[in-house]
């Protein structure tokens, strides 16, 4: 009989820790009571409103910076130099004169050339009279004709010579290092500079045979620089190489990118973004995206309750999910503190999560 009275009391206490246990965790995971234990308190939440995103499959791989042109400035004959006319890293246009060599010689041999046509182009007029007035047979005519043409001839040859006594900028672009001095001796094959035409970036990089049937002229990329973090310079695909390295199983692909302002140099190292199967989808915040199993769904707000919706998601971006089924564009969804909820729990909205569309 004793041992009926001392066992009683340990179930009641056992069935009193246990009511508060349950009731302690009610409170800690359902939704707050209010002090005289009426309906549960709204749930402070924050919403965000389904919008529209672009999303995009990435492909990231190494580049190197190209100039769009770009060549060794030389002499093309052997000439001491005369004239030095552009600095270091001077813009130049097409044709503007870099270099003179010495050209005495060759000018005094042209201009005597040109007098050789001259006197030539008067002896014709001069026969050709005499011709008109049957003074002289037509063959001395033609004769002279050939005198002449050979004479314009020789003309061109003086002048071809002391053209290649002036160097000039072949393209617009930009001069790099001076490499000889005033009255050194050049010759074919000594580079006097270098030219490039950086106004527009060719960007090499290198793309795995199993991502070549996505990869297009035409198509964007994003690039990255060490130099310049946080900046991204857009360009696209011109030209993918047709061979494939048996080594690294991987073809070259060649994008351009717009240098208006000249910040990319040849030779530089770019992080590639390939942006791929664009397409346009609803999106939602990560943070409001709640998993059970396999299964992802949302609080959707209903007034001032919420109902849980069950979503089909796709891809990800930073910070946002791709929805493609489930919801509609519009609807206002828990973002932060969906955690806490149960379908038909009582929620105010405590903040607006900035928009996860564009």
């Given at each position: 009989?004793?041992?009926?009275?001392?066992?009683?009391?340990?179930?009641?206490?056992?069935?009193?820790?246990?009511?508060?246990?349950?009731?302690?965790?009610?409170?800690?995971?359902?939704?707050p009571v209010t002090?005289?234990?009426?309906?549960?308190?709204?749930?402070?939440?924050?919403?965000?409103?389904?919008?529209?995103?672009?999303?995009?499959?990435?492909?990231?791989?190494?580049?190197?910076?190209?100039?769009?042109?770009?060549?060794?400035?030389?002499?093309?004959?052997?000439?001491?130099?005369?004239?030095?006319?552009?600095?270091?890293?001077?813009?130049?246009?097409?044709?503007?004169?870099?270099?003179?060599?010495?050209?005495?010689?060759?000018?005094?041999?042209?201009?005597?050339?040109?007098?050789?046509?001259?006197?030539?182009?008067?002896?014709?007029?001069?026969?050709?009279?005499?011709?008109?007035?049957r003074n002289l047979?037509?063959?001395?005519?033609?004769?002279?004709?050939?005198?002449?043409?050979?004479?314009?001839?020789?003309?061109?040859?003086?002048?071809?010579?002391?053209?290649?006594?002036?160097?000039?900028?072949?393209?617009?672009?930009?001069?790099?290092?001076?490499?000889?001095?005033?009255?050194?001796?050049?010759?074919?094959?000594?580079?006097?500079?270098?030219?490039?035409?950086?106004?527009?970036?060719?960007?090499?990089?290198?793309?795995?045979?199993?991502?070549?049937?996505?990869?297009?002229?035409?198509?964007?990329?994003?690039?990255?620089?060490?130099?310049?973090?946080?900046?991204?310079?857009?360009?696209?695909?011109?030209?993918?190489?047709?061979?494939?390295?048996?080594?690294?199983?991987a073809a070259m692909?060649?994008?351009?990118?717009?240098?208006?302002?000249?910040?990319?140099?040849?030779?530089?190292?770019?992080?590639?973004?390939?942006?791929?199967?664009?397409?346009?989808?609803?999106?939602?915040?990560?943070?409001?995206?709640?998993?059970?199993?396999?299964?992802?769904?949302?609080?959707?707000?209903?007034?001032?309750?919420?109902?849980?919706?069950?979503?089909?998601?796709?891809?990800?971006?930073?910070?946002?999910?791709?929805?493609?089924?489930?919801?509609?564009?519009?609807?206002?969804?828990?973002?932060?503190?969906?955690?806490?909820?149960?379908?038909?729990?009582?929620?105010?909205?405590?903040?607006?999560?900035?928009?996860?569309?564009?």
């Amino acid at each position: 009989m004793k041992a009926a009275k001392l066992v009683a009391p340990g179930i009641l206490a056992l069935v009193v820790v246990a009511a508060a246990i349950y009731l302690w965790g009610w409170d800690r995971s359902g939704p707050p009571v209010t002090a005289g234990g009426g309906p549960p308190a709204a749930v402070p939440v924050i919403v965000a409103e389904v919008g529209w995103r672009e999303f995009h499959t990435q492909l990231q791989a190494l580049g190197t910076a190209r100039a769009n042109e770009a060549v060794d400035i030389t002499a093309r004959i052997t000439a001491p130099v005369e004239a030095i006319e552009f600095t270091d890293g001077m813009q130049v246009r097409q044709g503007q004169v870099l270099v003179r060599l010495a050209a005495a010689e060759e000018a005094a041999e042209a201009r005597e050339r040109h007098v050789g046509v001259q006197e030539q182009q008067r002896e014709l007029e001069r026969i050709r009279g005499l011709v008109a007035d049957r003074n002289l047979p037509r063959q001395r005519l033609d004769e002279q004709q050939s005198r002449l043409s050979e004479a314009q001839a020789r003309l061109e040859a003086a002048q071809a010579r002391v053209r290649d006594r002036v160097v000039r900028a072949p393209f617009d672009g930009v001069v790099g290092f001076r490499r000889v001095s005033l009255g050194a001796l050049v010759s074919p094959g000594t580079i006097i500079t270098t030219l490039d035409d950086i106004s527009v970036i060719k960007l090499d990089f290198s793309v795995p045979e199993t991502f070549l049937a996505g990869v297009k002229s035409g198509q964007l990329i994003q690039a990255r620089a060490a130099a310049f973090p946080g900046e991204r310079f857009a360009g696209e695909v011109t030209s993918v190489d047709v061979r494939v390295d048996p080594v690294t199983r991987a073809a070259m692909a060649r994008a351009t990118l717009p240098n208006p302002d000249g910040v990319l140099r040849p030779g530089m190292l770019l992080t590639v973004t390939l942006l791929k199967d664009e397409r346009r989808s609803l999106s939602l915040p990560e943070g409001a995206l709640l998993r059970q199993a396999d299964q992802a769904y949302v609080f959707v707000l209903d007034d001032d309750t919420v109902v849980r919706r069950e979503v089909r998601t796709g891809r990800r971006a930073p910070g946002v999910v791709e929805i493609l089924d489930g919801l509609q564009p519009g609807e206002r969804v828990v973002s932060e503190g969906a955690v806490r909820l149960r379908p038909g729990a009582r929620v105010t909205v405590a903040d607006m999560a900035p928009a996860a569309g564009d």
